[in-house]
């Protein structure tokens, strides 16, 4: 009350208006651990059977991106992978089809099953990749693809009705085929690799292994792990991704042994010891494609398939697509793609540009 003025009613009673405490948060109680207590058996464990139950019953979706230079052989080798013709071959155009001016995106799409379990494989190839004169920028189509397949999976989400199960064609895994030169990047491999690596999860591969002796394959694997690191590219599986001690031992010995994978790809069989396999045939013998004396198309089949499938789908949807989908919502306002603060509609989140690599 100021000093001199006489208090009147109102006054009295604003005085008189005590503001009641306000009531503390609740605490959620720590969980306990009483395993030893259980009288008997719940059953709990059979979650993980009616998933797989479930999973068998609805399949599940899994899309592949292959980008490279033509003549790596990216066909044969998701062909090789999937043990299927999932992929065409660019050997089997005609002679008379020039190599694409600009870089194109063919997606095809396969059902395998095996043991029950249907699988949607789609196989996303990137002709003319690396084949022009100028390759400036090459990349861009890629990104704008891969961003597409955000932006409509965000579209089907926002919806009001939408559907019980959402279509996925985001790109789970980009396989990355670099040359086997011996001796180090290129520009456009590191370029493509900066920009990507943030909106895809990317696992190197080194094709055609089998031009290298064990000594330059070794070497080359090394140099190319160090000018990655140098150039703060991050390949699948991320560091920062890594759940809990395990992954990170598991994952570590991967980033920092078999990464990339020297391949060799074939669907042709040959017999080598009574046995039929997979290889390819050479004047000194036969590469077998499944021999880790050979090559690491094995290593590479278990990681991206047996060990580490789940992850790259869930590495997509909790991170490249989080992180686009916040982006997207941020700069509309927090409003659903397609409705801008004053009706306007808004386009897709473009390329991020980045200088071009030295």
């Known amino acids: 009350m100021s000093k001199g003025f006489p208090e009147t009613r109102t006054d009295a009673a604003m005085s008189e208006l005590v503001p009641e405490p306000r009531p503390k948060p609740a605490v959620?109680?720590?969980p306990v651990s009483i395993n030893s207590n259980l009288l008997g058996y719940i059953g709990i464990d059979t979650i993980i059977e009616q998933m797989r139950k479930k999973t068998m019953k609805t399949g599940f979706d899994f899309n592949i991106m292959v980008v490279g230079q033509s003549g790596l052989g990216k066909s044969t080798l998701v062909n090789t992978l999937f043990k299927s013709q999932v992929s065409r071959k660019a050997s089997s155009w005609n002679r008379e089809e020039k190599i694409p001016k600009t870089v194109e995106i063919k997606a095809i799409g396969h059902v395998i099953e095996e043991g029950g379990v249907k699988m949607k494989l789609t196989v996303i190839d990137t002709p003319g990749f690396g084949?022009?004169?100028n390759n400036e920028n090459c990349w861009e189509p890629i990104e704008k693809y891969i961003n597409e397949q955000y932006e409509k999976f965000l579209k089907e989400e926002v919806n009001i009705a939408r559907k019980k199960r959402?279509?996925?064609?985001?790109?789970h895994c980009c396989l990355y085929f670099i040359s086997p030169t011996g001796h180090s990047l290129r520009p456009l491999d590191l370029e493509f690799m900066k920009h990507l690596s943030k909106v895809v999860n990317i696992v190197p591969v080194i094709a055609k292994a089998d031009t290298m002796t064990l000594e330059e394959k070794s070497e080359f694997k090394q140099r190319v792990r160090k000018e990655l690191e140098v150039n703060g590219i991050e390949f699948y599986p991320q560091k920062e991704f890594d759940e809990d001690l395990e992954d990170k031992t598991e994952n570590d010995k991967i980033r920092q042994e078999s990464m990339p994978f020297a391949v060799v790809g074939s669907d042709k069989e040959y017999?080598?010891?009574?046995?039929?396999?997979l290889g390819r045939k050479t004047p000194w013998g036969i590469?077998?494609?499944?021999n880790l004396n050979h090559c690491e198309f094995a290593l590479l089949r278990d990681?991206?398939?047996r060990t580490h499938l789940q992850d790259l789908k869930e590495v997509t949807h909790n991170i490249h697509y989080e992180t686009y989908r916040a982006k997207r919502l941020?700069?509309?306002?927090?409003?659903?793609?397609?409705e801008g603060l004053l009706g306007t509609v808004l386009p897709p989140v473009p390329a991020t540009p980045c200088p071009t690599a030295e």
């Open 28 to 30: 959620p109680m720590k």
């Open 303 to 305: 990681f991206v398939i």
């Open 271 to 277: 017999q080598v010891n009574g046995k039929r396999v």
């Open 330 to 338: 941020n700069d509309n306002g927090g409003l659903p793609p397609g």
């Open 287 to 290: 590469i077998e494609v499944e």
């Open 131 to 133: 084949d022009q004169i």
């Open 166 to 171: 959402i279509p996925d064609t985001r790109v």
